[in-house]
């Protein structure tokens, strides 16, 4: 499914799916203490601020690691651009965990 979505200036990608009641995990609510908020950047990655070590610590973390990985709360849109930024499915670990954590 795609979703077009419009976003202000210091929004992160976390801030713009939350907006637009996109089901985007942010366990630790976007402080950089987890990696449930993994993204992939299909467009755009050279617009975003660089990576901080915090966020690559994280990251590391993340299920299906790839190039265009990074955290939806740690990139915060600094420029007027388009982005394309894909959400990996939910790991079904993950879910369960969550899942669980909810009771
Ligand atoms: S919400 Fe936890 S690192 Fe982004």
Redesign the pocket.
Known sequence: MNVTCEALLGESF?DVALAHNIDL?????????????HVKVKQGMERLPEMEDD?AD?LDEAEGLALESR????CKILEDTDYIVEIPQLNPAIAKLFHEGAH
């Open positions: 976390l995990q942010h366990n630790c609510g976007g402080v950089c203490a987890c990696s449930t908020c966020e994280q955290l939806g709360c740690q």
